[in-house]
């Protein structure tokens, strides 16, 4: 099991850089951010600052998307990184939730987020590539041969099938094993499907977590279900509520949103959190003792999980690492 940690463009450099160090010592293998560059400030800055501060830690964006940046500058960009790091780097793609649509427009369809995925891939490893957006072929002459590894964030039927069969892995933000269980099937039927071999196909499970009382943990991490249910109304509006295509406790638990406030993306204080009962935070994050912690983990890994993503978001962000390093980390580094 791997374990990543996520932040957002709030923190300060300062307090970034102590705290990749801290995890690094900790014994956390990522480092992941947020990139939506209205909201924060721009992610793949502080990445490169970060990797200056670490020997081991790989990083990326957790997710990114083909419709904010031309990709012969993604390209580019991501080539720069794996190469000034010494391979230490991943994406994470997805269709583009806040990035997009707090600036008014449309995700990217899944078919341009496939497209993107093998042609970034390929213009990375320094191949010549056309993509649509460019009237001639791209190619980087200084790219060094890097096989970038592409996350794909997915829940819908589609998306996951994009996901086996395009991706190196796949990202679902919660932490519930049955869930991940659900999807992970179906991404990796679907690569099969297409004829991959998924043996080293990977799978992130994303979450908050949160040591305490649980009252206290649900309130500091009730941000987090409402995020997920950006994703998850866009998939039942898409399929409807009874299609069997997304399991009936993700349908039932959105039935009472009634919006979301962009521009208070993953925070606490965003107006429409009121349908968000303490069963679907406790599904959905990793709370309560440290034996509480390492029980959901473990149930995670047997239900197919490769890494545990903490989203540094919920305040103690010092504290959580420095329990998982102590406790948690080592009961799975051990095995």
Known sequence: ??????????????????????????GFDYC?????????????????????????????PCVTNPNIRDWSLSASLYASLA?????????????????????????????????????????VRGEEVEYGECPEPVKLPWATGYELPVWIGAYGPKALATAGEVGDGLILQIGDPDLVKWFKDQAISAGEKAGRDMSNFKVQAAAPAYFGDIDYCIEHTKWFPAMVGNHVADIVEKYGNDSGLVPKSLTDYIEKRRGYDYSKHGQSDNP???????????????????????????????????????????????EIIAQYGRHIIPQFKAM
């Open 32 to 60: 992941w951010f947020y990139d939506s560059h209205i909201l924060w400030r721009e992610s793949f800055v502080a990445m490169a600052m970060c990797m200056e501060h670490t020997k081991t830690m790989r990083f990326g």
């Open 272 to 318: 429409f959190l009121d349908f968000i009962t303490e069963d679907i935070v406790k599904s959905f994050c990793v709370l309560g003792t440290v034996d509480d912690h390492i029980a959901r983990v473990k149930a995670l890994e047997e239900a197919g999980t490769t890494q545990f993503n903490i989203y540094l978001d919920s305040g103690d962000e010092e």
């Open 83 to 123: 190469h000034q790091s010494n391979g230490r780097f991943d994406i994470g793609l997805g269709r583009g939730d806040s990035s997009m649509r707090v600036m008014g427009k449309k995700p990217a369809t899944l078919a341009r987020l496939a497209e993107f995925t093998t042609k970034v891939k390929a213009m």
């Open 1 to 26: 099991m791997e374990f990543g940690i996520t932040f957002k463009g709030f923190v300060s450099p300062d307090r970034a850089r102590n705290l990749v160090r801290q995890a690094e010592a900790a």
